[in-house]
RNA sequence: GGGGUCGUAGUUCAGCUUGGUUAGAACGCCGGCCUGUCACGCCGGAGGUCGCGAGUUCGAGUCUCGUCGGCCCCGCCA
C-alpha cells in the first residue's frame, strides 16, 4: 500500500476530457473495472464525476506490471500520466472521456477493499435489505449519486431564490415542548429535569409564528421535522421540510412566491412548468375527485347519482341517502366492461378502504343492466344512466355508503384504474393549489371538533360567527400545493389575534386554562404586536422524490430507515446501559 | 395493531404446484492464458445453517404452524 505523500490530484475523472492531450495527470478515485488482456491492462477509475480508462502496458518493464495484478474492485488509486488521444476506432462512444486515456507511469494504491457486496453498477438489482446494510456502498453507485446531487441542487436553488426574495433562514430548536395534537411525538428525556421530557419538532410552527411577531417578516429553514408515526414509501420518521413564514401577506402572495420557486427549482431537470397553477377549492376537489390532493393526469371523475335512487324501493340506497351519504361512480375507461373476476377484484379492492361493496350498471342494446337487485325500477337506472353520461357500450361502478367511505374508496379505485388502463401520461406535470379546507373536523372517537390543519390556522373572515354556531361549515385560510395526486406542501393564512385564537381554541375545547399551560407563550406573544402572517411548508423529499423520478422517499435521502424505523447499517435504535437508564431516572418495564 | 408479498451461493434468481440420488444457473470471487479492451475473451476452481424454530413424514428447500427481517398497503400520519 502506498501514502498519498505531496501527491496531488490534477483533476475529477470526467473533467479530463477539458485536459490537453500530451498533459500530465493525476486522478484519484475506485478501481471500477480491471481488463487484464496479459500484457496489456486496461482499468476503469471512477470517482464521483465519471470514469476515465487508464492502460499500462508491461513492456516498459517500468515495474507496473506487478502492482496492477495487486488491483482488485473498489480498491482506492492514484494514477499518473500522461494524457493520450485513442485511436479513431478505439474510441468509446458510451463514455463522455471515451475519446482519451491515461497512458500510466505511476499508479498508487492508497486503499484496499474487501470484495463489495453487490456490483457497483446501480443498474444491477439488489435487494433492498443489502443496499441498506451497505447504505455506504449504496451510496457509491450512480443512482445515489446522481440524487444526492440533485438534492444538493434543490437546496441551493431554494436559498438563492428565498435570500434574493429578503428571506432569512433562521434556526429553531430541535429539543422542545412536546404538544400531544397531532402526530406522535419523538421523546428525549431530560436528565436535569427528572420525569420530563423534551420533543423532537414535528415542524418549526410555532417558532415561526414567533419569528413575525419578532419582526423578522420573511423566514425560511431547511428544516428537520420527525413524527413518530408508521411509514410508507413516501414517508419516513425524519423528513426535511421547506419551512416559511410572511407578514403582511394574502394566500395569493405565497402561491406566487411558491410557483416560482417551483419554476426555477423544475429548471434544474430542464422542466418547464406552467403557472399560475389552477385553483381548487376543497369541496370541488372532494366532489370530483374524492381527495383533497387530486391527481388530474386523467379523467375518471366521480359522478354523483344519490338524487336518481331518493325514493327507490332498494332500501340500503335509500336509507344511505337519507342519512346523508352519497351513491358516487365512475364512468369505466374506453366503455371497458368488467369480467365477474375483474369485477371481484376491484370489489376487494375498494373493501380496504371500507366500501361494503362494489355495484354497476350498464348500458347494453336492451337497455341498461346492473348488478343491483331486480327491485330497482329501470327508471331509476336509465337516470343514473343519464346522471353520469353513459353511452352505449359504457360501464360505471358505483360505490355506496357515508361520505367519508364513498370519496376515499373512489378515489383509490380512480387512481386503481387509471394505473389499470394505463391513463397517466408520462411525464406530465400536474400541478394545483387546494384552498378552502374545512377549519375543524368531527372526531368519531372522541366525540370533539378537531383541528384540520392545526389550531394555528385562521378561519376565513366571513365564518368567524359560525364557529360558535356551526363549526363544521368554517372554512379555514389553509392550503396546499399538489402535484400528480402528491401533497408537496401545505400551509395558511395563521391567527394574529389573541381574541381569535381563544374562540379557535374554545372550539376545539381546550380550555383556556389548559391553552395557557401547552401554547402560554404563543398567546403572551400575539399580544404584543403580532403582524397578520401566513406561512406554508414545501415536503423536500417528496418533491425531490418526483424531480429524480423515484417510487420511494428512501432514494433521496442519504440515510433512510426501513418500514419498521430501523436503520439497517447502524443498527439504530438500541438499547443503552443501564448507568444511562438510571441518569435519566428511566426504568424500562418488563 | 392488521393484510399482502418476498427470504435458497458474495449478488440476482430457478427449484416449492405434485416431498425422494450429490440443491442448479448467471454475474461476482480465486487461479491460469491472452497487446486495444471497455459487460473483454478462453480454460479451470472454490463457494450453501435453503432466514430462524417447532411439527407432519421413513424422508422437508418443497407441506403445516410459529417467529424474525425487507418491501407494499390499511389503520396511524397531513
Sequence with gaps: MDEIGELRRTCYCNDIKDKQIGEMVTVMGWVDRIRDLGNLTFVD????????????????????????????????????????????????????????????????????????????????????????????????????????????????????ELDENHFLEIETPILNKSTPEGARDYLVPSRVQKGSFYALPQSPQLFKQLLMVASFDRYFQIARCFRDEDLRADRQPEFTQVDIEMSFVQPEEIFELIENLLKKVFRLIGQEIETPFPRFSYDEVMNRFGTDRPDTRFGLELQDVSDCFKTTPFQVFRNIVADGGFIKGIVAPEGESYSRKEIDDLTAFVRLYGATGLVW????????????????????????????????????????????????????????????????????????????????????????????????????????????????????????????????????????????????????????????????????????GAPPHGGIALGLDRLIMMLAGEKSIRSVIAFPKTARAIDLMCEAPSEVDEKQLRELHIKIRE
Design 361 to 528: 350498471i350498464k348500458s347494453t342494446d336492451e337497455g341498461i343492466k346492473s348488478s343491483l337487485p331486480k327491485i330497482v325500477p329501470a327508471e331509476e337506472l336509465e337516470s343514473a344512466a343519464r346522471e353520469v353520461g353513459l353511452k352505449p357500450g359504457q360501464s360505471c361502478l358505483l360505490i355506496a355508503g357515508k361520505s367519508k367511505t364513498v370519496h376515499e374508496s373512489l378515489s383509490a379505485l380512480r387512481l386503481h384504474l387509471a394505473k389499470k388502463h394505463n391513463l397517466i401520461p408520462p411525464g406530465k406535470c400536474n400541478f394545483l393549489w387546494v384552498r378552502d379546507f374545512p377549519l375543524l373536523e368531527w372526531d368519531e372517537e372522541d366525540n370533539r371538533w378537531i383541528a384540520t390543519h392545526h389550531p394555528f390556522t385562521s378561519p376565513r373572515d366571513e365564518d368567524l360567527d359560525l364557529l360558535s354556531t356551526d363549526p363544521g361549515k368554517v372554512k379555514a385560510k389553509a392550503y396546499d400545493v399538489v402535484l400528480n395526486g402528491l401533497e408537496i406542501g401545505g400551509g395558511s393564512i395563521r391567527i394574529h389575534r389573541n381574541s381569535v385564537q381563544k374562540k379557535v381554541f374554545k372550539a376545539l375545547g381546550i380550555e383556556s386554562e389548559e391553552a395557557e399551560n401547552r401554547f402560554g407563550f404563543l398567546l403572551r406573544a400575539l399580544r404584543y
Design 45 to 160: 477509475i471512477r470517482d464521483r464525476t465519471g470514469i476515465v480508462q487508464v492502460v499500462i502496458s508491461s513492456d516498459k518493464k517500468n515495474g507496473l506490471h506487478g502492482k496492477i495484478k495487486q488491483l482488485r474492485s473498489e480498491y482506492v488509486v492514484s494514477v499518473s500520466g500522461p494524457l493520450i488521444e485513442r485511436d479513431a476506432e478505439t474510441y468509446n462512444p458510451s463514455l463522455p472521456t471515451g475519446k482519451v486515456e491515461v497512458a500510466v507511469e505511476d499508479i498508487k494504491i492508497l486503499n484496499t477493499s474487501l470484495t463489495p457486496p453487490f456490483p457497483m453498477d446501480s443498474e444491477i438489482s439488489t435487494s433492498e435489505e443489502t443496499r441498506l446494510k451497505y447504505r455506504f456502498l449504496d451510496l457509491r453507485r450512480n443512482n445515489l449519486q446522481r440524487n444526492m446531487e440533485l438534492r444538493h441542487r434543490v437546496t441551493m436553488e431554494i436559498r438563492k
